[in-house]
């Protein structure tokens, strides 16, 4: 029956869409993870659903509710630009309102239950062709906003004191961060899910950073990750009938454990090496490359 | 031609003027500590010669141009701050940023940047951790990778804010010195905001002292403030100049090599809450 199901068009679409998704998400996550937005790529995947939720209602397409909700919530957080303790507050009490908004919506809506289920636990081999016209698109954009901002990003993001003495526009940066995030999270609901974007947004970044210390190789790295328990899990669900979106976290999560297991074990070691470097007065020194 | 002039500078917030009617100029090779108390107004008037913070008033030449305009060619080291341990970034990556990371898309380095990066990390001797992750190494290591960072694209000026502070004596001495051997090697002028003057005694050429806003005893703001000195350290560090600055008696003192300022309003404020009778 596996090998059937592999034949089959749907399929297909679901694993491409899949992999489109996680591309983006494994690049975008890697700024979202230093820059510590953890919780505002939560708060734009529930506002994303809030505003699916609201064009269901209206007997729009959801796709568009979500993509102008997270959008719009991207835009203000990062016209905000609040920061720290505020930033977390602020967020969380953005979110709970959406949230609530978005159920009086759902309970509004006439329709098919399925639909709300499927936005908030996700479906990816629902995905028609046309939508992944869509995704690819969206996707498009959003790599190339990051292959133009890489530089001044990164910079913006480690160092953003330096930066901006340097002359790099730290404060627009920050709102090209979450634009590019609100899209990148419309993309993400639409294969995991509203409740498991932080899977496919957070894990895989986090995971890359455990294993290395190179900006571009923590990025191709996290991609990997992404795209590896994406179609891990499209392909898992196909001999196994869970939902995708568990095998899908529960394969990141696998990546995340595996990655700071790794990192535990070298650290012990590097720490031997640093102290070391400080107890001894030789000016050799040696450095495990990451 | 100075590298920087500032004619008449001044900087208020609401009802406190930290300064006003500031001029210094800043010739190559020149070394310039900035100091004062705390809220003076020292890491803002870097701000402005930056071009992050536009002065109350006044005009501010780096190179005789705007700092804006100018604003890659400043080397800028900051107080040590921790980075996380995971960061994803190694000492070079840092270092890099302040060759080519204010420039779009991803880019490669030129065999010339290349090279430049590898001279910046050798001569503040990072070389032999420049692959280890920042999040990883001690604030000594780290503070010589930032002063790598700010020399790599061959500034014209160096502003320095608090480089030194959470750093032991030793690494002190040797952020001091390496700031010290550019100035004197490529003629970089450097700009040394700190609260403590002592670290710095042998390489200072000039002191700029910012008195900041003056405060009534009720902790408002008082007129008289914004007052300012310049000049070499025996000219300013002295009980004559100081007390003037401040409209209060205060000594400073050379203590073994160092000097020692005592009765500064900070001050005063510090004994009158250890007093208990506030």
């Known amino acids: ?290 | 031609m100075s590298v920087v002039t500032a004619r008449d500078l001044a900087l208020r917030f609401g009802e406190r003027t930290l300064f006003e009617r500031l001029c210094f100029e800043l010739e190559r090779g020149e070394l310039l500590a900035v100091l004062g108390p705390n809220g003076a107004g020292k890491t803002s008037l870097l701000r402005i010669l930056l071009g992050l913070l536009e002065p109350t008033a006044g005009t501010v030449r780096i190179d005789g141009r705007p700092p804006r305009e100018r604003s890659g060619r400043i080397g800028y080291v900051p107080q040590q701050r921790v980075f996380e341990r995971e960061t994803a970034l190694r000492g070079r990556d840092l270092v890099r940023l302040g060759l080519d990371g204010h420039r779009w898309g991803f880019g490669r380095l030129s065999p010339r940047q290349r090279d430049q990066l590898e001279r910046a990390l050798a001569q503040v001797g990072a070389s032999a951790y420049a692959d280890a992750p920042v999040g990883q190494l001690s604030g000594g290591e780290q503070q010589r990778l930032r002063v790598a960072q700010a020399l790599v694209a061959d500034p014209v000026l160096v502003l320095a804010d608090e480089p030194l502070l959470s750093l032991d004596l030793a690494q002190q001495r040797a952020v001091v010195e390496l700031l010290d051997a550019r100035r004197r090697m490529a003629g970089t002028p450097v700009v040394f905001v700190t609260h403590d003057v002592n670290p710095l005694l042998g390489s200072i050429d000039r002191v700029l002292y910012l008195a900041g806003s003056r405060l009534s005893p009720e902790g408002e703001p008082a007129p008289g403030g914004g007052r300012w000195a310049v000049g070499t350290p025996d000219e300013v560090l002295t009980s004559q100049t100081l007390s003037r600055l401040y409209g209060t008696d205060v000594d400073v003192l050379r203590v073994r090599g160092r000097v020692v300022v005592v009765g500064t309003p900070e001050d005063q404020h510090v004994h009158h809450v250890e007093d208990g009778d506030r």
């Not at chain 1, 007997?59 to 977390?88: I, K, N, T, Y």
């Open chain 1, 1 to 290: 029956m596996f090998t059937s199901l592999l034949a089959q068009h749907f399929v297909h679409t679901a694993l491409w869409s899949g992999a489109v998704v996680a591309v983006v998400c494994g690049t975008i996550g890697v700024f979202v993870v230093t820059r510590g937005m953890s919780f505002a790529v939560h708060a734009i995947s529930e506002l994303g659903f809030t505003g699916a939720a609201g064009a269901l209602v209206v007997g729009l397409d959801p796709v568009l509710g979500m993509l102008g909700g997270s959008l719009l919530v991207g835009l203000v957080l990062g016209l905000l630009s609040l920061r720290g303790r505020e930033r977390d507050s602020a967020i969380g009490a953005v979110l709970a309102f959406g949230l609530g908004v978005g159920v009086l919506f759902l309970s509004l809506y006439q329709g098919y239950a399925t639909e709300a289920t499927n936005l908030l636990f996700g479906s990816v081999v629902g995905v028609s062709d046309a939508q992944l016209r869509d995704l690819a698109i969206v996707a498009a954009i959003v790599l190339a906003g990051v292959a133009v901002l890489y530089r001044p990003l990164l910079f913006a993001s480690v160092d953003p004191e330096i930066a901006a003495a340097r002359g790099v526009p730290v404060r627009a940066l920050s709102v090209a961060v979450f634009v590019l995030l609100a899209l990148t999270t419309a993309e993400a609901i639409q294969v995991v899910g509203v409740l498991l974007v932080l899977t496919l947004v957070i894990t895989p970044a986090a995971a890359a950073q455990r294993l290395t210390g190179r900006p571009a190789l923590a990025l191709a790295l996290s991609v990997l990750v992404a795209l590896a328990s994406t179609e891990g899990g499209i392909l898992l669900s196909l001999a196994q009938p869970w939902p995708t979106s568990f095998f899908i976290s529960a394969l990141s999560f696998a990546a995340y454990l595996a990655a700071r297991l790794v990192d535990a074990r070298r650290s012990g070691s590097l720490r031997r090496a640093a102290q070391k470097r400080f107890s001894s007065s030789a000016p050799r020194r040696t450095w495990a490359v990451r």
